[in-house]
């Protein structure tokens, strides 16, 4: 079947403008997560979304980053007034319910660049 | 507070000759611990997972990863690697209830031929 998909794949962006990334999980996996992933770093978690729970977003660096997920599917990050420090490849996984055993499944990154 | 440490940024190993690929963690109560190997310009791909049971864990590709409890380790293995094993490997560690994944820095493996 369909994997996670995230859009786009390569975003190049002014410093102060806002950007908006977008992940479609793998379907019926009510679990999505948000990782940002820095050159020559491990991945940074940043969002976490279960079912119709609320969200945890103790991983958010800054008021300028926010997510929502729209019925249950589709998620959008959003990076408001963006910086070059926001550079990095954005990465969203998902998993079929969230318990902590269950094995997350990547998309292919987004690929931010401000300049 | 939970981490995860992959004491080596590098890897080199010559193809055929066995691999591994070190991780050690810190977490309290019982771990969940993941390897994740990533190639160029590709997302995440999940090779294996230790949740209990058989400390030996087998995967994808031929890897394999053995859960020390006594030395907080889960190190990757292959018995012969070969060129197309050359990727970026990443650890990762999740405790009961918590949701958070904490990722090691990452181990860039090389085989050469």
């Known amino acids: 079947g369909a994997g996670v998909s995230q859009s786009p794949s390569n975003k190049v962006t002014e410093k102060g403008k806002d950007v908006e990334l977008r992940c479609d999980p793998i379907s019926g996996h009510t679990a999505l997560y948000w990782y940002r992933q820095s050159l020559g770093q491990g991945l940074e978690f940043l969002i976490y979304f279960q079912g119709n729970s609320a969200p945890d977003k103790s991983g958010l660096p800054s008021d300028r980053f926010s997510a929502e997920r729209t019925g249950g599917s589709v998620s959008t990050l959003t990076i408001q007034r963006t910086q070059q420090e926001d550079s990095a490849v954005y990465l969203c996984?998902?998993?079929?319910?969230?318990?902590?055993?269950?094995?997350?499944?990547f998309g292919p990154g987004t690929r931010l660049l401000v300049l | 507070a939970q981490s995860v440490a992959q004491p080596e940024d590098q890897v080199n190993v010559a193809e055929g000759n066995p691999l591994t690929v070190k991780c050690t963690y810190s977490?309290?109560?019982?771990?969940?611990l993941f390897w994740y190997v990533q190639y160029p310009n590709r997302g995440l791909q999940f090779l294996l997972k230790?949740?209990?049971?058989?400390?030996l864990v087998k995967g994808s590709y031929g890897f394999e990863a053995e859960f020390n409890k006594s030395q907080t380790s889960f190190h990757l293995k292959k018995p012969s690697a070969l060129v197309s094993d050359s990727a970026l490997y990443f650890c990762?560690?999740?405790?009961?209830?918590?949701?958070?994944?904490?990722f090691g820095s990452g181990t860039k493996l090389n085989v050469k031929p």
């Open positions: 990762a560690v999740r405790r009961g209830n918590f949701n958070k994944f904490y």
């Open positions: 977490v309290s109560g019982n771990p969940y």
């Open positions: 230790y949740i209990t049971g058989d400390n």
């Open positions: 996984a998902s998993s079929l319910d969230g318990r902590t055993q269950e094995t997350q499944y």
